[in-house]
């Protein structure tokens, strides 16, 4: 079982494969279920991909699980707990010790910190845990709320990339912590 990490307003629980499954098949109880968390209706259209390519990961390779997929959790002050978002890394770390992070946001969720206090906890986590220091960010030049979220971190565009799925990226990286 993968370790939840905290953060302020979020806990970022492990998508088990049998969560990421049962989104795939449209059984949100069970995935519901699964994270102890409500599961937003449509969650298949916007991560289905992403499920699937990661589910692959999982299978060769059961070690990289908490890296790739986590659900970003709120509880809302009734005691509530819902799926707003997903945050991860691409995989384990590559030879180089670096990863590389990607993060959603639900519509209705947005432009409210999340993705940053999210993205910031698991860079935390892998420096903490992991002694990782090295990340790397891709992001669509139209995404301004993303490209927003690797300012506030300061992260540091390096390059640009084609990507098979998303086309032109900006690629940004960051050595955690900041130096000074």
Known sequence: MTTAIASPRLTLASFSPRAMRAVLDGDLDAAE???GAAVPRGLRERLGELFERRLAEV???????????????????LGVRRVIGSVGFHG?????GQVEIGYHVEPGFRRRGFATEAVRALLE???????????RASVVPSNEPSLAVVARLGFRQTGVRWDELDGEELVFELDWPEAG
Do not use: K, Q, Y
């Not at 299978?59 to 002050?77: E, G, I």
């Not at 384990?92 to 180089?96: F, K, L, Q, R, V």
């Open 33 to 35: 279920e699964e994270l």
């Open 125 to 135: 986590w892998a420096a903490a845990e992991h002694g990782i220091r090295r990340f």
């Open 92 to 96: 384990a770390p590559n030879e180089d």
């Open 59 to 77: 299978d060769r390779d059961p070690s990289v699980l908490p890296w790739v997929a986590r659900a970003m959790v709120l509880t809302d002050n």
